[in-house]
Every structure is written in structure tokens, then in C-alpha cells.
Nanobody, 124 residues
């Protein structure tokens, strides 16, 4: 079993930055691809970013490309999401997800393990 705990959410003004963290425990974190998804009120959960076990060649949704950066520290069993130039439309609950595989997916179904989510609110 895998446990994921997100932190770092909060309220920020448009143009500001936040860094989300996701601490993982329970299985071999370093061999699993990790991802961030988000869900805004009344909308479906959507892909934000993903990173393979090696940490190389991450993938981003077009809406966050150039503003968000996903990274991981396998020694600390932690994955991060650095969010810069935040916009009101980035407001959502952000979820960390872990795969059973080393290569990532951009689909919800690629991730059997999920955190509880952390709220990010961007004011205009």
C-alpha cells in the first residue's frame, strides 16, 4: 500500500508562486512514476504534470507549461510542484498520485494511489 500526503497549498495573489510537496510512504517510491492532478469546483479532475521514476523528461498540461515545474527527490520520497505566475484559473484542489509503473501516464486510470488533496486558491 502507498500513502501520499500533500502540503503547501494556500491562498496567493495572481502572479504569485506556491510550491506543493507530496510525501510518499509504504512502497518503493523511487521506482514509481508520480503525477499531479487538479480538480476545480464543478469540473472533472485533470492532469497537470507527471514525472518518471528517473526524474527525467517530465510531461505537462498545455495550460501550465512554462509556469509549473514537477520534480522529485527519491532520497526523501517526495515529489514537488513549483507553481509560478499563478492565475485565478489555477484555483483547484491539487492531488498527488503514484503509479505502479516506472513510466508515467497522463490519465487518471494510470494511478491507483492518491493523496487527500491540498487547496490552491489564486485571487485576482
Amino acid at each position: 500500500q502507498v500513502q501520499l500526503v500533500e502540503s503547501g497549498g494556500g491562498l496567493v495573489q495572481a502572479g504569485g508562486s506556491l510550491r506543493l510537496s507530496c510525501a510518499a510512504s509504504g512502497r518503493t517510491f523511487s521506482s514509481a512514476a508520480m503525477a499531479w492532478f487538479r480538480q476545480a469546483p464543478g469540473k472533472e479532475r485533470e492532469f497537470v504534470a507527471a514525472i518518471p521514476w528517473s526524474g527525467g523528461s517530465p510531461s505537462y498540461a498545455d495550460s501550465v507549461k512554462g509556469r509549473f515545474t514537477i520534480s522529485r527527490d527519491n532520497a526523501k520520497n517526495t515529489v514537488y510542484l513549483q507553481m509560478n505566475s499563478l492565475k485565478p484559473e489555477d484555483t483547484a484542489v491539487y492531488f498527488c498520485a503514484a503509479s505502479r509503473l516506472s513510466l508515467f501516464s497522463t490519465r487518471l486510470t494510470g494511478y491507483p494511489y492518491w493523496g487527500q488533496g491540498t487547496q490552491v486558491t489564486v485571487s485576482s
